[in-house]
């Protein structure tokens, strides 16, 4: 690719958050080709085999600031001078994008997200603001402090593919998991039931300072303070706990699998309205919960 023309930043890549957790900096291997690393307080995700030279695709792009952080780690897991192939977008809220024109300054790779995402990253709308006024813990209270502006990264954008296969990912299928975001989207490999999950649910509590500060595992609906369709959540969760995945790497907490993956997933989409949604909010006020 070559791109000369400018990017433009925003407040969610320039003004970084004063939350990090005990696992800031760790990496997580999930079999062969999937590496879930932990910035501050959200993952990005490598996938590839590792070793340098080997063909890799980067999943979000962190927290602001993190752009360093993420290519160093590259660079340790495929060696040096070898760009990812793509970088895919779960979604485009500020801790998934926080890092992304960083990377491409460095690497000058294709961008790839779902249709709706695509004016979050062109400039040409911005996020909801934050809910602070949602049921939660100290984090919710904190979140109007979180950016909602866009950035451009201009014709580095590009839609994933209609047909559901994820670029530079072979056997990989996109689904459409809106409610965090419209154009969310999770990533599925029937093969081996992995799924890259995003924000459609994570695997900590992400409202609570405490949890999210030392990671303390629980299987969770998406961040309340960032989620303004619930309805649309609660069909996400249940569109993937039908996939019945076998590893799941989540845009908050740490990678699960197995028996503890298959239960507690399920139980969030049989329950997830008593489990997920927030009992007040401006998203929540005036749907029934019933």
Same mark, same amino acid.
């Given at each position: 690719? &070559?791109?000369?023309?400018?990017?433009?930043?925003?407040?969610?890549?320039?003004?970084?958050?004063? #939350?990090t957790?005990?696992?800031?900096?760790?990496?997580?291997?999930?079999? *062969?080709?999937?590496?879930?690393? /932990?910035?501050?307080?959200? @993952?990005? #995700?490598?996938? !590839?085999?590792?070793?340098?030279?080997?063909?890799?695709?980067?999943?979000?792009?962190?927290?602001?600031?993190?752009?360093? +952080?993420?290519?160093?780690?590259?660079?340790?897991?495929?060696?040096?001078?070898?760009?990812?192939?793509?970088?895919?977008?779960?979604?485009?809220?500020?801790?998934?994008?926080g890092?992304?024109? $960083?990377?491409? *300054? +460095?690497? &000058?790779?294709?961008?790839?997200?779902?249709?709706?995402?695509?004016?979050?990253?062109?400039?040409?709308?911005?996020?909801?603001?934050?809910?602070?006024?949602?049921?939660?813990?100290?984090?919710?209270?904190?979140?109007?402090?979180?950016?909602?502006?866009?950035?451009?990264?201009?014709?580095?954008?590009?839609?994933?593919?209609? $047909?559901g /296969?994820?670029?530079?990912?072979?056997?990989?299928?996109?689904?459409?998991?809106?409610?965090?975001? *419209?154009?969310?989207?999770?990533?599925?490999?029937?093969?081996?039931?992995?799924?890259?999950?995003?924000?459609?649910?994570?695997t900590? +509590?992400? $409202?609570?300072?405490?949890?999210?500060? /030392?990671?303390?595992?629980?299987?969770? !609906?998406?961040?309340?303070?960032?989620?303004?369709?619930?309805?649309? %959540?609660?069909?996400?969760v249940?569109?993937?706990?039908?996939?019945?995945?076998?590893?799941?790497?989540?845009?908050?907490?740490?990678?699960?699998?197995?028996?503890?993956?298959? @239960?507690?997933?399920?139980?969030?989409?049989?329950?997830?309205?008593?489990? %997920?949604?927030? &009992?007040?909010?401006?998203?929540?006020?005036g749907? $029934?919960?019933?």
């Open positions: 690719m &070559d791109h000369q023309e400018p990017m433009e930043r925003s407040a969610s890549t320039e003004r970084m958050q004063p #939350i957790s005990v696992n800031s900096g760790d990496g997580i291997p999930m079999g *062969e080709d999937l590496y879930s690393f /932990t910035i501050q307080i959200v @993952n990005v #995700i490598f996938y !590839g085999r590792p070793g340098p030279g080997n063909e890799w695709v980067l999943i979000d792009a962190g927290m602001p600031k993190s752009g360093e +952080k993420i290519i160093g780690e590259a660079v340790k897991r495929f060696g040096e001078d070898n760009p990812p192939k793509a970088i895919i977008l779960t979604h485009a809220h500020f801790d998934h994008i890092g992304l024109i $960083d990377v491409l *300054e +460095k690497w &000058d790779v294709p961008v790839y997200a779902h249709p709706l995402e695509i004016p979050y990253i062109t400039g040409m709308r911005d996020y909801p603001d934050p809910d602070m006024t949602v049921e939660g813990g100290m984090i919710a209270k904190m979140s109007k402090l979180f950016p909602t502006e866009a950035i451009d990264i201009g014709s580095r954008a590009y839609e994933l593919p209609e $047909d /296969t994820v670029p530079h990912m072979p056997g990989w299928q996109w689904i459409h998991t809106p409610g965090h975001s *419209e154009g969310h989207v999770s990533l599925f490999r029937e093969s081996d039931g992995a799924l890259i999950a995003g924000d459609a649910f994570v900590v +509590k992400q $409202d609570a300072m405490y949890k999210v500060m /030392t990671q303390e595992l629980e299987l969770s !609906g998406p961040p309340v303070y960032l989620t303004p369709d619930w309805e649309s %959540a609660e069909s996400s249940k569109a993937l706990a039908m996939l019945q995945p076998r590893i799941a790497l989540t845009g908050h907490g740490v990678p699960v699998s197995g028996e503890y993956l298959q @239960n507690h997933l399920g139980r969030l989409a049989e329950h997830f309205k008593e489990l %997920a949604v927030p &009992d007040h909010g401006k998203y929540v006020d749907q $029934d919960k019933e």
